[in-house]
């Protein structure tokens, strides 16, 4: 026995990860190069759309390549954790969001451009808790309502209340600092999760309907900020005041629309050298690809996050269990609400939101969850099916 | 899960739309509408300033300059950058005041652009383009604000080229002078808006005017990247702009030295002088000379632009309104010097040329006496000796009898008006056509002008006639100007006896200007050809090459023979030897230079006679014409001749050096070297 067992060798490293059925091999490997088209494009706008800030300088790109490297160590680790040992986490990680959109709103936070949404860690870095949030609440909702009721595929109703409770919370504090955008991708998820989970048609109505009331009502009690009002009334009407709200949208429908068929090359694009559109290396990032990379490039980042969306969706769809299907199902709404309000807001189809795009925009916090879910996706098609 | 997996479905699908929605809408954006947002794009990221041109020089015609330029440090002021300070800029402005030492309310009026409610001093051009607020600064001062650029934010010296008059009031009235382009003009005149900005001038009267095209060059343009905070980036795009061509002129600029002199000294032995011209032509060619009109400013005044007070001073009364130039626009009655066209009209009449004529102290003209100089009757006259010895009575008679040969009172039609004719055949009546703006055409009071007259005016006369003049304190000045209204108002539209009388010496409604008065004798001392004095010669580019020049237009013919022609410049060649101007030519060399010309005496009611003098020397093969003009100057021998002696003792060099070597003018264009420089000789 011994003697066999001497015979039988372990496979090489590189055996073993290349064999047929290796871990590796199973990774959805299209989306990962998507996102890494994504990551290697955004490095290249973030450098040609900061590099203006002081002459001879590289901007925040350097900044930015270390983002990444924690982000991609940070999908790496999420990727070995089984989906469904995560249920159990769900609840702490969703707390631990909670405490820190909480700290957010104490003398820790800063604000940083108008949104009081950051902690300060001291050496030029800061964490956004809502971008945090983001992951938190997906675990938390998709733990709620992935528990079927006896002899059902629906949620059961008190999941189903205290899933919008949590969203609820979640979407509460991060309007406090006031963060619109962020608590519009929330709402999102949960809507999604809700839909996803298989909550009656005329529930969704009924939460539909309160939604409606509730944004109503924010309207009719001048509950927002009058900035987020002018936003709005400016997307309808971009002529009202071009020199002030609706100078975001000309300008980026100018630098997106001068880049014409192939744009003007990287680092030529003069509406983005002359910095004319505000944010250009967050929220209206998308812009730079438009001037620079043309519609050609522009496109191009569209694709590859469609790329993403339609993998994620794939791998919701073979997924057996419901948690790692609503998980993957939530991820896809999420990034897919975000890509369509940052790209259309550029190009005019969606009112000024800020939102950045995912897997492009310079923000470290944002970077990481990003990456995070990518993990989280990659984890569920790892386990959640079946091997045939 | 069956539920769920149909709710992804769903979801994919709306995933998927969402794209094609997207990418729709950016081939929309991007590739149909491309085009738009490029030239939009360009609109917001570029500033475009304007290089202005080097504006061409005004040369003599020896290459000497009339008008140059100097470079001069200008301080100009960015307005835009000053806008966009915390105080809007009033603490530079503040600081600016102080070096400058002008007032910050005027420096603050200067940088404002103009428009409705800003009036001047207020900038017209480009609100980016640096607006110059002193072009005259001391180095000292400019070195100040460059060397402190921290505390003087958008504020520049530059080194611009400004005019400069080598000839200071020297023929100011003829080399015009710049100003800024106004708004209006912009928009009037097309093509102007591309190529002007603030910092360029446009000729605003003489050379400087009607050769603006010319001398302006073509300004280049820098567009200029900026940032969102309209910070310059860098150049994107330059096109250089091209010098204006040099003008050269046939004027000689020692000529003009000299005839400036005479006309000066002229003017102050007049006490009453108010007024007068001096012009001298080339009478081979028809070009002019020099130029002259008294009194005379300073250009400079115009650099950095004029102010209000000086403006004002300009076209004051008290200064003598210098801007006029009396060569052109002084329209005044030409006293015997116009008898070179009634000698003509009564040849044309029938009058023989070798008659014999009576001329007696006094004759009658329709029941009034109308006499002689001091009533002296002069015998029995040849025609050439009416013309030296100025007798009157000649022409009136024979003006009044073809007066009455019209129909006297009740004329003919058409009438002959052989006067009036021949008058229009010198060239009387209507500008010259020189090369300068604004020319006035002087008057011919014949028939159809009483008439026109009357209808402006008879209402008022008849009115007079009524009422009397209630008002005039002298009770028979006031009767006599009552009978006068009356006889406006019944008869005014006629041409009286009178009239047709003093007409044919020049006195009365005639009036003219001294240069149609050169052009009529350079007609009948040269060739019996009437042109249009010049006064360009060529259009030079920088690089000396000659562009083009600029003929002499023949506009008519004097409708005389050629034997009448030379009778007639013979008498005038013994005008300045023996007859009314001998006194003022007492002296002067006639072996060496023989002088022809003509006295004018013309009285103005009210006033001091105007004093005339137009000549020709030599008279046989004439070169120069020159006509001198002082109003207000007594009778021609005693003002007008002595300048135009001066003159030509200045160019031909009696009791002096000559201004032109042999009194000879230059006939070859000058040379230029290739760097536009003329090269001597």
């Known amino acids: 026995m011994t003697a066999r067992t001497a015979v039988i060798q372990r496979p090489s490293l590189l055996r073993r990860m290349t064999a047929e059925n290796s871990t590796l091999r199973r990774l959805d490997g299209l989306m990962l190069v998507a996102v890494a088209g994504l990551c290697v494009i955004g490095t290249l706008l973030v450098w040609s759309s900061t590099r203006t800030w002081a002459p001879g300088s590289t901007g925040l790109v350097k900044k930015h390549l270390l983002n990444e490297v924690i982000g991609v160590v940070l999908c790496a680790v999420v990727t070995t954790v089984d989906h469904r040992a995560m249920r159990a986490y769900a609840p702490l990680v969703f707390l631990v969001s909670l405490v820190g959109l909480g700290l957010v709103l104490t003398p820790l936070g800063a604000t940083i451009n108008g949104s009081h949404s950051w902690i300060l860690l001291g050496g030029g870095f800061a964490v956004q808790p809502s971008e945090f949030a983001k992951v938190g609440l997906v675990l938390v909702i998709a733990m709620l309502l992935a528990q079927p009721a006896e002899g059902s595929d629906r949620p059961r109703g008190l999941d189903v209340v205290l899933a919008i409770l949590a969203a609820s919370v979640t979407m509460g504090l991060v309007m406090l600092q006031p963060d619109l955008g962020t608590a519009m991708v929330l709402a999102v998820i949960t809507a999604s999760a809700l839909i996803l989970g298989g909550v009656r048609k005329r529930v969704i109505a009924l939460l539909a309907a309160v939604t409606a009331a509730g944004v109503f009502a924010v309207f009719a009690f001048e509950m927002l900020e009058p900035y987020q009002v002018a936003r709005f009334t400016a997307f309808v009407d971009p002529s009202v005041d071009p020199r002030g709200v609706g100078y975001n949208s000309t300008q980026s429908l100018i630098a997106i629309g001068s880049g014409q068929l192939l744009g003007k090359g990287l680092l030529g694009g003069g509406q983005t050298t002359g910095r004319f559109v505000p944010e250009q290396h967050t929220d209206f990032i998308f812009t730079v690809a438009g001037e620079e990379f043309g519609f050609l490039g522009s496109v191009t980042v569209v694709l590859l996050l469609g790329v993403v969306l339609v993998r994620g969706l794939k791998i919701a769809r073979r997924c057996e269990d419901r948690f790692g299907t609503l998980v993957a199902g939530t991820i896809v709404c999420w990034f897919g609400f975000q890509t369509f309000i940052n790209v259309g807001m550029t190009i005019g189809i969606m009112p000024i939101t800020g939102l950045p795009l995912p897997f492009v925009s310079y923000g470290g916090t944002a970077t990481f969850a990003n990456l995070i879910a990518i993990g989280l996706l990659q984890a569920i098609k790892l386990r959640g099916q079946s091997f045939n | 899960m069956m539920r769920m997996r149909a709710r992804l479905l769903v979801l994919q699908v709306l995933v998927l739309a969402l794209l094609v929605l997207l990418t729709v809408r950016l081939w929309q954006v991007q590739v149909v509408r491309g085009h738009e947002f490029v030239t939009r794009a360009t609109e917001t990221r570029t500033r475009t300033v304007i290089v202005p041109a080097v504006r061409g020089q005004i040369l003599d015609s020896s290459g000497r300059p009339l008008v140059r330029n100097k470079t001069a440090l200008v301080v100009s002021v960015d307005r835009a950058m000053l806008v966009r300070m915390p105080d809007g800029g009033v603490k530079v402005l503040r600081k600016l005041s102080a070096v400058l030492g002008r007032p910050v309310s005027d420096l603050q009026q200067r940088i404002t652009p103009c428009g409705p409610g800003v009036g001047k001093p207020c900038w017209t051009g480009s609100p980016y383009q640096p607006v110059p607020l002193d072009e005259k600064v001391d180095p000292r001062k400019a070195l100040q604000i460059l060397e402190r650029q921290e505390e003087f934010p958008g504020v520049t010296a530059e080194i611009h080229s400004v005019r400069q008059y080598p000839g200071g009031r020297a023929g100011a009235q003829m080399l015009g002078y710049l100003q800024p382009v106004t708004e209006q003009e912009l928009e009037q005149r097309e093509g102007l808006k591309a190529s002007f900005s603030g910092v360029d001038l446009a000729g605003r009267d003489g050379l400087e005017y009607v050769y603006d095209d010319a001398l302006r060059g073509k300004a280049g343009r820098r567009t200029v990247q900026v940032d969102r905070m309209g910070k310059a980036l860098g150049v994107e795009h330059q096109v250089a702009p091209v010098a204006g061509d040099h003008l050269v002129t046939s004027i000689d600029s020692r000529i003009q030295a000299v005839t400036e002199r005479a006309l000066t000294k002229a003017m102050k032995s007049a006490p009453s002088a108010d007024g007068g011209a001096a012009v001298v032509l080339d009478a081979r060619t028809g070009r002019v000379v020099a130029l002259a009109s008294a009194p005379s400013y300073d250009p400079e005044i115009w650099a950095g632009g004029i102010s209000a007070r000086g403006y004002q001073w300009l076209l004051s009364e008290k200064s003598g309104k210098p801007l006029v130039s009396r060569a052109i626009n002084g329209q005044f009655a030409p006293g015997s010097t116009f008898k070179i066209s009634s000698v003509a009209a009564m040849l044309r009449a029938g009058y023989p040329l070798n008659g014999n004529y009576p001329c007696p102290g006094s004759v009658n003209v329709g029941g009034r006496a109308f006499n002689n100089f001091r009533g002296i009757p002069l015998g029995t006259l040849s025609l050439h000796t009416a013309l030296v010895k100025s007798c009157d009575t000649i022409f009136y008679k024979a003006a009044y009898e073809q007066y009455l040969k019209d129909g006297g009172r009740h004329p003919k039609k058409p009438p002959k008006e052989v006067f009036a004719n021949m008058a229009r055949a010198f060239g009387f009546g209507?500008?010259?056509?020189?090369?300068?703006?604004?020319?006035?055409?002087?008057?011919?009071?014949?028939?159809?002008?009483?008439?026109?007259?009357?209808?402006?005016?008879?209402?008022?006369?008849?009115?007079?006639?009524?009422?009397?003049?209630?008002?005039?304190?002298?009770?028979?000045?006031?009767?006599?100007?009552?009978?006068?209204?009356?006889?406006?108002?019944?008869?005014?539209?006629?041409?009286?006896?009178?009239?047709?009388?003093?007409?044919?010496?020049?006195?009365?409604?005639?009036?003219?200007?001294?240069?149609?008065?050169?052009?009529?004798?350079?007609?009948?001392?040269?060739?019996?050809?009437?042109?249009?004095?010049?006064?360009?010669?060529?259009?030079?580019?920088?690089?000396?090459?000659?562009?083009?020049?600029?003929?002499?237009?023949?506009?008519?013919?004097?409708p005389i023979s050629e034997k009448e022609r030379l009778y007639i410049k013979n008498a005038l060649s013994q005008v300045a030897a023996d007859g009314t101007a001998a006194g003022a030519f007492a002296g002067f060399p006639m072996d060496k230079v023989r002088v022809g010309g003509k006295t004018g005496t013309a009285e103005v009611w009210g006033k001091k006679d105007t004093s005339w003098f137009a000549s020709f020397a030599p008279t046989k093969n004439p070169q120069y014409v020159v006509v001198a003009m002082v109003s207000q100057g007594g009778m021609g021998s005693q003002t007008a001749a002595p300048a135009v002696r001066e003159i030509y003792e200045g160019i031909y060099g009696i009791k002096r050096p000559a201004a032109v070597p042999g009194g000879k003018l230059v006939t070859k264009l000058p040379t230029f070297r290739p760097d536009g420089t003329v090269a001597p000789g």
Request: aromatic share 6%.
């Open chain 2, 430 to 558: 209507r500008p010259t056509g020189v090369d300068l703006p604004g020319e006035s055409a002087g008057r011919i009071p014949d028939r159809a002008w009483k008439k026109d007259l009357w209808n402006r005016t008879s209402a008022v006369s008849c009115e007079r006639s009524r009422k009397g003049y209630p008002e005039v304190k002298d009770r028979a000045r006031a009767e006599f100007l009552k009978r006068l209204a009356l006889e406006n108002c019944t008869e005014g539209f006629l041409l009286r006896p009178g009239d047709s009388a003093n007409f044919s010496i020049g006195q009365g409604d005639v009036l003219v200007t001294p240069m149609q008065l050169a052009r009529a004798y350079l007609a009948l001392v040269s060739d019996g050809k009437l042109r249009s004095p010049r006064i360009a010669w060529a259009q030079v580019r920088p690089d000396g090459k000659v562009v083009r020049t600029f003929p002499v237009p023949v506009v008519g013919k004097l």
